[in-house]
């Protein structure tokens, strides 16, 4: 992978939005791998900045969310197809129907992963995907055990990830215990994959998943199997890299 330490999360946010408006430029209807969680809005808000700024078409850009929790009431506010119409999808002026969220539903869960797994291989796959990192090193939500060729399904969510996850919501006890995720094997089909993590609570993840034994008790680790892959991180998270 090639590394790129940034000062602070904004540099990495106009390094990145810079990639992704030249991957625009290019082809108007890219096909973008959305992260959800606090690591990549900085690359968000500095894209919403330089679209409006160059005036760029983006009406055609499709997307991908990576995942999506199970059994959440629709419109919740805290459900990734929510986070990402507000955080991505407006500031943006992405257009709705063209991004998709894996669908949580549970009346609908028994064929939502085949049926997400499609649309991405319709799409003609992800350009790229941008991608976060849990503690735990998870990427997407597949937690230490998942497969290198795991597709979208559904799985349970660590403790440590819930409770991660539980300033997001009222209570710890209201994030849920399932949820809907690319899978590795997913993950690794895109193109170019650009991980991001900042502070020291991501190093031992980072250090793992940079250059530890690809394993799957790291997740992350899974970056070492693709050829192109940009891992823009902060001193912090760069603390643990030898
Ligand atoms: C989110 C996702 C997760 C997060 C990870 C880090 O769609 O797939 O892997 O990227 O949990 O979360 P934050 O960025 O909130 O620290």
């Known amino acids: 992978a090639e590394v790129v330490i940034v000062q602070d999360e904004s540099e990495a946010g106009d390094l990145i939005a810079g990639s992704i408006l030249s991957l625009i ?5 890219a096909v973008l791998g959305l992260a959800t969680g606090s690591t990549p809005l900085p690359v968000y808000r500095a894209l919403a ?7 760029l078409d983006v009406s055609r850009v499709r997307g991908f969310a990576l995942d999506e929790y199970v059994g959440l009431p629709a419109g919740h506010p805290e459900s990734y197809r929510s986070v990402i119409m507000r955080e991505v999808v407006e500031p943006l002026g992405l257009t709705p129907s063209r991004i998709h969220v894996p669908n949580g539903d549970l009346a609908t869960i028994q064929t939502a992963s085949d049926e997400y797994e499609d649309a991405i291989i319709a799409a003609g796959g992800v350009d790229l995907q941008i991608l976060g990192i849990g503690r735990s090193g998870h990427i997407g939500f597949n937690e230490p055990g998942s497969s290198f060729a795991s597709l979208t399904r559904v799985k349970t969510l660590t403790e440590s990830t819930r409770a991660d996850n539980a300033r997001f919501f009222d209570s710890p006890d209201d994030v849920p215990m399932h949820c809907i995720t690319q899978g590795l094997g997913t993950i690794l089909r895109a193109r170019h994959l650009v991980l991001l993590a900042f502070g020291s609570a991501k190093a031992h993840a980072v250090a793992a998943a940079v250059e530890g034994p690809v394993t ?4 992350g680790s899974a970056i070492q199997l693709h050829p192109h892959v940009t891992v823009v991180i902060d001193e912090a998270a760069a603390s643990e890299l030898t």
């Open 25 to 29: 430029e290019g082809r108007p209807d």
């Open 216 to 219: 799957a008790s790291q997740p």
């Open 49 to 55: 900045r330089r679209v409006a700024q160059e005036q």
